[in-house]
Structure formats: C-alpha cells, structure tokens
C-alpha cells in the first residue's frame, strides 16, 4: 500500500464549477499536511497547509480528518488558471521534513 | 531575493555513466533536500542535508550520494546510471532540520540513454 493515495483523475471540469480532491495516508504518526499545484514541467508549489480545524483560503478550502487519514481539497469557482496537477503531501516525523507525496490529481478545468 | 536554484536544467547521460547535480538554497535557508520525479508520479525523496551532514535517507541505493558546502549550497551525485534513474531531480530548501515550508527548485531533467 502506497503511503499517500490520490485519485490520478483527470478531472475534467467546466469553468465555474466545484471540484473536490480525496487523498489518504497511511502513516497514523504524520504530523504535518499540505496540498502542493505542480504546473506541467514546472516545479510543485506549495499551495495550503491543512489543519485538523480545517482552512480555506479564497476559493480553496482543505480539510484534514485524523481519525480516518484522509485529507480534502474544495476548489469553488474554478478558473481555467486552476488547471494544474495537485499533489497531496504529508510530513511523516515531527522535528524532520522528510515529505512523502501522492503520485497528484490532475485537473484541467475548460471554458 | 533569490529563491532555489539548481543546474544544469536539462542533460542527458548514457547508462553507467555518473552524473552531479547543483543546488542553491534559498536566501536564508540551511537544509536542502532532494527529490526524485519519475513521469507521472510524485517526488519521491532521496535524501536531506543539514550542517553538512546527511540527515535522513529515502529508499535509494548507495549510488545516489551527496554533499552539502558551507554555503548551504548541495550536490546530488548518481553513479552508474541505469535507464530508471530518467527523471526530474528536484531540491528543495527550508529553514531549520524541522523547517516545515519547503522551497522546491525548478529541477534538473535528467535522461539516460
């Protein structure tokens, strides 16, 4: 079993719409979270921590759910911007920055 | 302010050879880490340096080595290459060995023939 899972998609989405991304980890030690956007060819960025209290920022909201391992990302009101593979990422040991990614979602949102 | 940078962007290798890899952290940062993007999948890490030392190591074999200067600055050193080792070598950087926010660098794609 792969130690973070994600739907591969491709999603593939109009503009305006809602789209949600699942992601597991298998680690129940994890201590950190995030979502990163990698464009095609381009680097990961990092897009939002995730907090067990949940967090949005402007049109993204992500959420983190200890108990079942499992994390989220709501896109709202996508953009033909969006369009990017999203890679959820968890950092397994507290006091390390060793993090482990999700093989990424990858979503192309179109007019 | 600079972010991470690394060289050369693009080479390309035949099997067995051996190949470096260069990376400078960004202003202010201490750690450099090292990551290695097959098509179509996630970075998967290699291995991390702080104060020169390394501090923790990924799932690769001894042929994937390195070092880190004084600077900061780091090398990615891959001996033998196989056909497998093809991929986007990314580094990022962060403050502190427990720095969450890594800084990724554009990468270094590397082909081996």
């Known amino acids: 079993r792969k130690e973070v899972e994600q739907d591969p998609g491709p999603f593939n989405v109009p503009e305006g719409a809602t789209v949600a991304f699942n992601c597991t980890y298998s680690n129940s030690a994890s201590q950190s979270f995030f979502w990163y956007r990698q464009d095609c060819r381009k680097e990961p960025k990092l897009l939002m921590s995730v907090y067990s209290s949940g967090n949005e920022d402007g049109r993204f909201t992500a959420q983190l759910n200890r108990a079942s391992q499992y994390i989220s990302l709501l896109i709202r009101d996508s953009k033909l911007s969006d369009s990017a593979t999203y890679l959820c990422v968890v950092n397994a040991q507290s006091g390390y920055n060793k993090l482990i990614f999700g093989a990424g979602t990858r979503l192309a949102v179109h007019p | ?113």
């Open chain 2, 1 to 113: 302010d600079a972010g991470v940078t690394q060289s050369p962007t693009h080479l390309i290798k035949t099997r067995g050879q051996q190949v470096t890899l260069r990376c400078s952290p960004k202003s202010g940062h201490d750690t450099v880490s090292w990551y290695q993007q097959a098509l179509g999948q996630g970075p998967q890490f290699i291995f991390q340096y702080y104060e020169e030392e390394e501090r923790q190591r990924g799932n690769f074999p001894d042929r994937f080595s390195g070092h880190q200067f004084p600077n900061y600055s780091s090398e990615l050193n891959v001996n033998a290459l196989l056909l497998g080792d093809s991929a986007l070598y990314l580094c990022a950087s962060s403050q502190g060995q427990g720095g969450e926010t890594q800084y990724f660098g554009p990468g270094t794609r590397l082909l081996v023939l």
